[in-house]
């Protein structure tokens, strides 16, 4: 949710942290700040609001350090103010400390510290970090002993990165449960919680594990555990061209994001079909047929848009591989005592493979004799390197905080998992495989054709503008499709939406339909085209504004006040090109009213806080 950037080298500090906290904007983006020690203290820069407050600060009054650490901050402990924002201090100016993720004790920790005398400045759970790490001091241990200590008095996660005025050439780091790396570059080294903010920089990375702390100084990094005993952790070339994020002359980063997806998710299926056209190959997933075959349940747990995936995933698995399935949010999960079938697989889905409570809930399972798989978009993110296999998406970096791309290769990614089990099953036949593949590899050429209803989506944007509230219908496996819809117009416009199984709106949400309530449904071909079609006439019948997504042409024009057709292809992929008129229709919503679409209020891209 948060960001760090670290830095040591010859290149001036503030210039190089301020450049990777823009990198990380779309992590976290309430405030920012930055420390460096210089001329025997600290200087600290701090502003509320976007980076570029804090680079105009920066470039205004230079600070000329070769040492530095800062941060971009999304809220959880304390409102968005300068005093809230990172970086924190102990009550002596001489500690500066940075932190991503929650420490579940800070109170406890404030209340002695508090006790003892020390005064507190901020609302916020980091400032104990840089108080702990001064009283070890003062009790005789070194910079790094009193570190250490500080780290074994602190519980919940955090990635954490410390300057101080006594070792003005030292930045120290830890992580448990949050991400950071180290990186290596021309004579500077560097510490980010992404990759992406120091790719200009490191022409090579190490991925911290739980426990790790490392010591970056001009003349090299020493990493080591808790207690101080060395440790070493591989390097992987940083291959900046994958890494690239431009706008490619989009206005914004969520639009060419979209506009992706016919490129991306050829790109997910490209080197997955076998030779023969009747099976999948799937690098990273190692379970055999025999294993497959022997699957009694599926346990999928992921978070927001991850979630939809994962309710597809449920259609598809089911449908096409005849296990049954259970879909739970990772922080519901947690919460109860879940009872799984011996033979059971867990899989966990996320773009970052950081997400919090879905990387607690893979955590907690693990050691239960269950094999554990997850569907991901970074290689090298938590998730995928602690489930025994992992399916990539391969969608490339999302800037953009509401998901577009990274969600439809989920589902496509999932689709491929679906067919192949249901081939080592035997309840997909050899011709239905290739059926079903033949169609998922048109998909990507289907995708780009459907870019032609951008036009009238945008009309229908100037509906749902004006809208207080809207609601999103679908049934079956398009359900979750509706889901998806209103979340995304909730996430950019900030109009209050909810999806509905259309089936059940009679029950309930029907007494809120009136003339100034729009309703957006999505259809596909089969049998619950019609039902849906019947739920619209009701809906119809009190006069709100429908507007109907759907693959089926012959659609008759009364069913709604706006037909939006896709093409049709598999019923088990259609999904995928109807939620792309909804990306779009909540995209040029929240144009038209004037939000951040790139970086909506109170959101973050990769939540890493439970």
Known sequence: MCGIVGYVGDNFAEIVVVDGLKRLEYRGYDSAGLAVPLDGGLKLRRRVGKIVNLEREVLKEPLQAHVGVGHTRWATHGAPTEANTHPHTDAAGRIAVVHNGIIENYLELRHELEAAGDHFTSATDTEVVPHLVAAGMARGLGLVEAFRAALRRLEGSFALGLVSASH???????????????????????????????????????????????????????????????????????????????????????????????????????????????????????????????????????????????????????????????????????????????????????????????????????????????????????????????????????????????????????????????????????????????????????????????????????????????????????????????LKLKELSYIHAEGYPAGEMKHGPIALIDPRFPVVAVAGSGQDQTKLLSNLSEVRAREARVTLVTTDSETPASAADRLIVVPRTSPWLEPILLVLPLQLLAYHTAVLKGSDVDQPRNLAKSVTVE
């Open 168 to 486: 003005p050439g030292v930045i120290l780091g830890a992580r448990r449960s949050s991400p950071l790396v180290v990186g290596y570059g021309e004579k500077e080294f560097l510490l980010a919680s992404d990759v992406l903010a120091i790719q200009s920089y490191a022409e090579a990375v190490s991925y911290l594990e739980d426990g790790d702390v490392c010591v970056i100084e001009a003349s090299g990094v020493t990493l080591s555990d808790l207690e101080g005993r060395p440790v070493e952790r591989p390097r992987h070339k940083v291959d900046r061209e994958s890494l690239a994020v431009r706008k490619e002359g989009h206005r914004h980063f969520m639009a060419k994001e979209i506009h992706e997806q016919p490129r991306v998710l050829a790109q997910t299926i490209s080197g997955r079909i076998a030779d023969s056209g009747r099976d999948v190959v799937l690098d990273g997933v190692g379970l055999t047929g025999d294993q497959v075959r022997e699957l009694e349940h599926v346990q999928i747990v992921a978070c927001g848009t991850s979630w939809h995936a994962g309710l597809l995933g449920r259609y598809l698995i089911e449908g096409l591989a005849g296990i049954p399935v259970r879909v739970d949010y990772g922080s519901e999960f947690r919460g109860r005592a879940a009872l799984l079938p011996k033979r059971s697989l867990f899989l966990t889905i996320s773009q970052s493979g950081e997400t919090a409570d879905t990387l607690m809930a893979l955590r907690g399972i693990r050691g239960q004799g269950v094999r554990t798989l997850t569907v991901c978009n970074v290689p090298t993110s938590s998730m995928v390197r602690e489930s025994d296999d992992a399916l990539l998406t391969l969608v490339g970096p999302e800037i953009g905080v509401a998901s577009t791309k990274a969600f439809t290769g989920q589902i496509l990614a999932l689709a491929l998992l679906a067919a192949h089990w249901g081939v080592a099953r035997g309840t997909l036949s050899p011709v239905d495989a290739e059926s079903f593949l033949d169609h998922l590899v048109r998909l990507p050429g289907l995708v780009e054709h459907a870019f032609t209803v951008e036009p009238a989506l945008l009309e229908e944007a100037r509906v749902l503008a004006d809208a207080r509230s809207v609601l999103y219908l679908g049934r079956g496996i398009n359900y979750p499709v509706a889901l998806e819809g209103a």
